[in-house]
């Protein structure tokens, strides 16, 4: 079994900045994918950004040139710094994983989600 845990969500200014953390533990051989989505209330769950194995990231256009997703693969962790935050932003953000933990085993994993709320 694989476990994510978030944290680093919180109330902020609008202009202000969070930096979120995601672990990955468990039974882990490997881990693909790493990303945030989040989900603001009575919305659907969207893409924020994704980060591979490699590095390469994929960011949604609403939060371009603001977020930057990085990874400590030796660690198992994703991060998410949040830069000029705007209302908009509020939501649970939630953190994904696409691991392998066995032969013929690979499987998504989400994290129980971290409450960003950005208010004045």
């Known amino acids: 079994q694989v476990q994510l845990v978030e944290s680093g969500g919180g109330l902020v200014q609008p202009g202000g900045s969070l930096r979120l953390s995601c672990a990955a533990s468990g039974s882990i051989l490997s881990i693909h994918f790493m990303g945030w989505y989040r989900q603001a209330p009575e919305k659907q769950r969207e893409l924020v950004a994704t980060i591979s194995r490699s590095g390469n990231t994929n960011y949604a256009d609403s939060v371009k040139g603001r977020f930057t997703i990085s990874r400590d693969s030796a660690k198992n962790t994703v991060y998410l710094q949040m830069n000029s935050l705007k209302p908009d932003d509020t939501a649970v953000y939630y953190c994904?994983?696409?691991?392998?933990?066995?032969?013929?085993?690979?499987?998504?994993?989400w994290g129980q989600g971290t409450v960003v709320t950005v208010s004045s």
């Open positions: 994904n994983a696409l691991v392998t933990s066995g032969p013929l085993k690979t499987e998504g994993y």
